[in-house]
C-alpha cells in the first residue's frame, strides 16, 4: 500500500524515480525482486475491491484488450519474452486486461489480467492450418474471459463482455456462447454463414436487411482522427456463423445476433465509421440494438486506461527490473494507480453531482482545499463543505496545469495525474501534522 501511495506521489514506472528515500527504495527492490507478492494475489485483491465498488447496476461491461510491456534489456539476459518481430528483438512481456466499466461508463477497477512471455526462438511454420486450443495465444484472452466472469460469479451486477475485432477468433466466441454470460464482439471477418446448403457471406445477409435505426454515436479524437458525432444507421440480423472450416475442433455452429452499424456520409477525409458486432443480446426493439451499440463504444474506455497507463502519468514501459515475475508485480500495481486516475476522469464527466467523498478521503479533501486556496482566483470560492466530484477533479487538475479553456476540453489524465502527485504529498504532510502537532511547534490542531 506505501509502493502504491508512493507511486501516487511520483508518476513514473522507474523505483529509482518513484522511492527517493534509500530504506524505502531499496525495500521495494526487494520486494519485487525476491517474488515477496505475487502479481496475481495483488489482481486478485483488485479483482475483488473492483466487484465490491460497482456492485448496484443491472450489468457491468468489461472491456477486454490485449497490449504488451516492453521493457530494455539490452543484454538479452533476463526472463523476458519477445515484443514485437524477430527483427527488432526487442523485450518485454504480453498481457491481456479486462476493465470493469459502469453502463454509464465510469470505470470501477481492473478485474482480471492475463501475463504471458512469447519466446525468442522463431518457430518454423507449420503446413497445417488448425492448431490445438492449448498452442494458440488466443487461449490468454479465453482465460482472461473466465477470471472476469468467475470474478462475478457472487455478484448482483450481470457482467457483459466486449472485445475488439481480436475477439473474433472461433475459440473466443466458442468460450462466449458456452459461458451464456453476455457479450459484443466485433467482428473481424466477413465470415460464413448458414448450413452447407445456404452458404452466404456476413456482410451480404446484412446489406440485404432494411435500416431500423439511427443513431448519433460520439467519436473520440484518435490517431488521425479527429473528434465528431457520427450519424450510423443501424441494421440487423440472427445468423448462424459456419464454423466448420476448424474441423477438428468438433463444435457445432453457433446462432449469433449481428448489427451492422455503417457511417454513409463521414466528414471530408475522415474514415467512416463500420462496425459488424456479434452479440448474444436482444435486438428486437430499437432500444435493444441501441443498448448493444452502447456497449461497444465503451470498449474505448480500455484504450483510455492503457494511455494513462503506458504512456501517460504510470510511464510503466521505463521499468528497469530484471526479472519477468518483478515487471509483472511492479506493472500491477501501476496498473491500480492508471485505473484511479481514469476512474477520477470519467466520475467528473459521467456522474459529475456524486460528493467527492465517493473516490477522495477525508484527508484528501482537507488537503485539496488547502492547495487550492493557495492557487484560487479571486472570483473563486473555496467553501468549508464538501465539493461534488467534477468541482474536485477541476481543482485537481488545476493544480496539475489544467488551463480550463473551451478548445481544450474536460480535465484528461495527464492534469489529474500531475495534479494527484501534489495532492499526495499535501494528504501526507497535513496527516504527519495532525498527527504529531508537537514535532511542528504547534497545539494539537482539531480537524
Not at 166 to 179: H, N, Q
Not at 278 to 290: A, F, G, Q, R
Not at 304 to 312: L, R, V, Y
Amino acid at each position: 500500500m506505501r509502493m502504491v501511495r508512493r507511486a501516487m506521489e511520483r508518476g513514473g514506472g522507474r523505483i529509482s524515480e518513484v522511492f527517493c528515500d534509500a530504506a524505502e527504495r531499496q525495500g521495494a527492490y526487494d520486494l519485487l525482486e525476491g517474488a515477496r507478492v505475487s502479481g496475481e494475489a495483488l489482481m486478485a485483491s483488485m479483482s475483488a475491491a473492483c466487484v465490491e465498488r460497482g456492485d448496484d447496476g443491472e450489468f457491468v461491461l468489461i472491456p477486454i484488450d490485449g497490449s504488451n510491456i516492453r521493457v530494455v534489456d539490452r543484454d538479452k539476459r533476463t526472463d523476458l519474452g519477445l515484443v514485437g518481430t524477430y527483427t527488432n528483438n526487442a523485450r518485454g512481456l504480453q498481457v491481456v486486461s479486462a476493465l470493469a466499466v459502469t453502463e454509464h461508463g465510469t470505470p470501477l477497477g481492473l478485474c482480471a489480467q492475463t501475463w504471458w512471455t512469447r519466446s525468442t526462438k522463431k518457430k518454423p511454420r507449420s503446413h497445417s492450418t488448425y492448431r490445438p486450443v492449448h498452442e494458440r495465444e488466443s487461449r490468454y484472452t479465453v482465460w482472461t474471459i473466465q477470471d472476469a466472469l468467475r470474478s462475478y460469479s457472487q455478484s448482483k451486477c450481470k457482467p457483459w463482455i466486449v472485445v475488439d475485432r481480436g475477439g473474433d477468433a472461433t475459440v473466443i466466441l466458442d468460450e462466449l456462447v458456452r459461458s451464456r454470460a453476455r457479450f459484443t464482439v466485433r467482428c473481424s471477418w466477413n465470415r460464413c454463414v448458414g448450413n452447407r446448403n445456404t452458404q452466404a457471406k456476413l456482410r451480404g445477409v446484412l446489406a440485404n436487411q432494411r435500416v431500423q435505426a439511427h443513431y448519433t454515436v460520439h467519436v473520440p479524437p484518435g490517431h488521425k482522427r479527429k473528434e465528431r458525432l457520427a450519424r450510423v444507421a443501424v441494421r440487423r440480423a440472427s445468423v448462424e456463423l459456419n464454423l466448420k472450416h476448424d474441423w477438428q475442433a468438433k463444435r457445432s455452429n453457433p446462432t449469433l445476433n449481428v448489427l451492422w452499424i455503417h457511417e454513409s456520409r463521414p466528414p471530408h477525409g475522415e474514415k467512416p465509421l463500420d462496425w459488424m458486432l456479434y452479440t448474444n443480446s436482444p435486438i428486437e426493439t430499437v432500444n435493444d440494438m441501441l443498448r448493444v451499440v452502447h456497449s461497444y463504444t465503451m470498449r474505448w474506455r480500455i484504450e483510455d486506461f492503457h494511455k494513462t497507463w503506458k504512456s501517460g502519468h504510470c510511464r510503466v514501459e521505463e521499468i528497469r527490473l530484471r526479472s519477468a515475475a518483478a515487471v509483472r508485480t511492479w506493472a500491477t500495481l501501476l496498473a491500480a494507480v492508471a485505473t484511479r486516475i481514469e476512474r477520477l476522469k470519467h466520475l467528473a464527466r459521467t456522474e459529475p453531482d456524486l460528493a467527492a467523498t465517493v473516490e477522495l478521503s477525508d484527508i484528501e479533501l482537507d488537503a485539496l482545499k488547502l492547495l487550492k486556496r493557495q492557487q484560487k482566483k479571486k472570483t473563486e470560492v473555496v467553501g468549508d463543505g464538501v465539493p461534488t466530484i467534477a468541482v474536485a477533479v477541476r481543482w485537481i487538475a488545476d493544480l496539475g496545469g489544467y488551463t480550463g479553456k473551451s478548445s481544450g476540453g474536460p480535465p484528461g489524465a495527464t492534469t489529474i495525474g500531475r495534479g494527484l502527485e501534489d495532492l499526495a504529498v499535501a494528504a501526507r504532510v497535513l496527516s504527519m501534522v495532525r498527527e504529531n502537532p508537537k514535532e511542528f511547534g504547534l497545539a494539537r490542531m482539531k480537524r
